[in-house]
């Protein structure tokens, strides 16, 4: 594994990994050991139906970074710029063409038995990728919510994300369901896109593996243009040819405008089925193959809730496989972090987001709104 530690002038330390790209290009030697102990410790301790939310891994099963870098780097991480192609598009088709691309690109392979940290309360991860600046803060924990700001003033394009992950374990399978609205704004066209997010599976048996499922919608109310993507997995028993396969429509007025199939992780096509051609939609191989770490371009700028900071020392102990210090470094975190709440919950105090205001409502669950119009450049920074 490509790794970085830095050390800004507060004796910060921060640790920048490769980012999650196509298996076997992304310089992560990093295998988890014992994966059927850990199996059967889950089938064992916890039972069908359970809200694993608050199940915690050891540091032996943790990927060496947080799910608000891998949130960040599913839109800042690539080979090819995707957004920009969103907002340039000529007309609104093809916009809309370019945003389902762009969505499929945020989808990426996931390694079985390991998993990212738990973000702690008021997390930050900010980061930068040419004049594309992304900044996401951990606003809950209990439950877990997530919220994503990113802005390119130059491209006039916003994002903003509320993700609420729901992990259930169902006996054979772990199912996590990814509460919460995307939205893309292209403000210069003034169209917004409101999509949702697949589902997270996890098969214990009969064979172990992990997979995106499920459908993603994406509507944009001012052209009236809708697209449908299905993400199916291969068969019970981890055979057939349904393996990452997409299958999607993009429609208006519910008439059938474009058809779209392929699999996700390596070649997706579009056909018109007004003249009945095809084209590539979206290579996985071009877009997230062999994906470099981030640099950091700013060691001043680097806030103490960051999360390549606030995990450092974990991340070194998981990275050397000392896993008597990442076990130490970890209990660390979460009892600096009880401590806060206790302290908090002490004198009455109620924590409030530092960037996002957070509402909830039963009929659309949590949302988040920025504080900020844009998001300025960030201290890390991933190469263009």
Known sequence: MQVQELKNEKKRDVILTNPVSLDGDSNNDYKPPNVLQMVFSLLNNVRPGADLTRFQLPPLFNLPKSHLQCYGESVYCVNKDMLSKCANGETADDRMIAVVAWSISTVRPLMFGVAPYNPILGETHHASRGTLNVLLE??????????????????????????????????????????????????????????????????????????????????????????????????FMGFGGGNRSIKGKIMHSSKTLYEIHGQWDRIVKIKDVIDGKTK??????????????????????????????????????????????????????????????????????????????????LEDGWDCIPKQNTIPPAPISFPI
Request: hydrophobic content about 35%; proline content about 4%.
């Open 138 to 235: 951990q606003v809950s924990h209990h439950p877990p919510v997530s919220a994503l700001h990113a802005t390119d003033e130059t491209n006039g394009i916003e994002l903003i994300w509320c993700q609420h992950a729901v992990p259930k374990f169902q006996g054979t399978t772990v199912e996590t369901v990814v509460h919460g609205k995307r939205k893309l704004n292209l403000v210069q066209k003034g169209e917004s896109y409101v999509m949702n997010s697949p589902k997270l599976l996890i098969r214990l048996l009969p064979k172990l593996g992990v997979d995106w499922v499920g459908n993603v919608r994406i509507k944009c109310q001012e052209t009236g243009l809708e697209a449908e993507l299905s993400f199916k997995t291969a068969s």
């Open 280 to 361: 590539v939609l979206y290579n996985a191989k071009d877009v997230i193959s062999k994906l470099p770490s981030s640099t950091l371009r700013d060691p001043k700028g680097v806030w103490q809730s960051e999360s390549a900071a606030v995990w450092a020392e974990v991340s070194k102990g998981i990275i050397s496989k000392e896993w008597d210090k990442a076990r130490e470094a970890k209990r660390a975190v979460e009892e600096k972090e009880r401590e806060l709440h206790k302290q908090r919950k002490s004198i009455g105090e109620i924590w409030v987001p530092k960037h996002f205001d957070l509402c909830y409502t």
